[in-house]
């Protein structure tokens, strides 16, 4: 049963315009969701996160925005650069226990100049 | 500033050896965890340490063990290696675990059983 999905398995994007990455979870009881960048040969590093009160979070570019009604929630990049190129994961968790993510299968996001 | 370091980067073994992956972290987190990743998958944590001194399981937890050696240290042991078990592994670690402390993840270890 898979809680966080995210369909598009790879999305291209020209240089300086938007991004949009989505991702569809299951589980109500989420209560953070968050994204993960990551780069060849590195480790996922953390980007931005949502908590389920909330229905936007913005940091510089990125921004994110959760739907609660749909369980849906979206990360824009504005504008995008080449350097955005890496795979981009969405994370559900819940605030009680042991800090559990439960992690979709991941977009591959390449911008081109 | 190393964060979390894996060791080893790669390892190639055959079915029915058993090895540790080492992870260490610097932050003076509470909270370290395993987590393999699988082609086409996201990462699905293996087990995990709430604290120095306990550990527990994640959701697929079958085939590997662990151990929190000190609170900079936490070990993943494949006691007996099958080719199932051929993924990418990252170790991370947070400062408690609570759902919005943001995970700080090594940089894997590739690892293929023959």
């Known amino acids: 049963d898979q809680q966080v999905k995210q369909n598009s398995p790879s999305l291209s994007v020209q240089e300086g315009r938007i991004s949009i990455l989505n991702c569809d979870y299951t589980?109500?009881?989420?209560?953070?969701f968050l994204w993960y960048k990551k780069y060849p040969a590195e480790g996922p590093t953390f980007l931005i996160s949502?908590?389920?009160?909330?229905d936007k979070n913005e940091d510089g570019r990125f921004t994110v925005f959760l739907n609660k009604s749909a369980k849906h929630l979206s990360l824009h990049i504005v504008p995008s650069q080449p350097g955005d190129s890496a795979v981009y994961f969405c994370?559900?968790?819940?605030?009680?226990?042991?800090?559990?993510?439960?992690f979709g299968a991941g977009t591959r996001l390449a911008v081109h100049p | 500033n190393a964060g979390v370091t894996q060791t080893p980067k790669f390892q190639v073994l055959k079915t029915g050896q058993s090895m540790t992956l080492q992870c260490a972290q610097d932050?003076?987190?509470?909270?370290m965890y395993w987590y393999r990743q699988d082609p086409g998958m996201g990462l699905r944590l293996i087990y995990y340490?709430?604290?120095?001194?306990?550990?527990d399981k994640g959701e697929v937890p079958n085939g590997y063990n662990v151990s929190r050696l000190n609170k900079r240290e936490f070990s993943l042991r494949l006691e007996s290696a099958a080719p199932s078990q051929t993924s990418v592994y990252f170790c991370?670690?947070?400062?408690?675990?609570?759902?919005?402390?943001?995970?700080?993840f090594g940089d894997g270890t590739r690892l293929s059983i023959l």
């Open positions: 991370a670690s947070s400062e408690i675990g609570r759902g919005n402390q943001p995970q700080h």
């Open positions: 932050m003076n987190h509470n909270s």
């Open positions: 340490s709430a604290s120095e001194g306990t550990t």
């Open positions: 589980n109500s009881m989420f209560d953070y």
């Open positions: 949502i908590s389920s009160i909330k």
């Open positions: 994370a559900g968790t819940f605030s009680g226990g042991y800090n559990k993510l439960i």
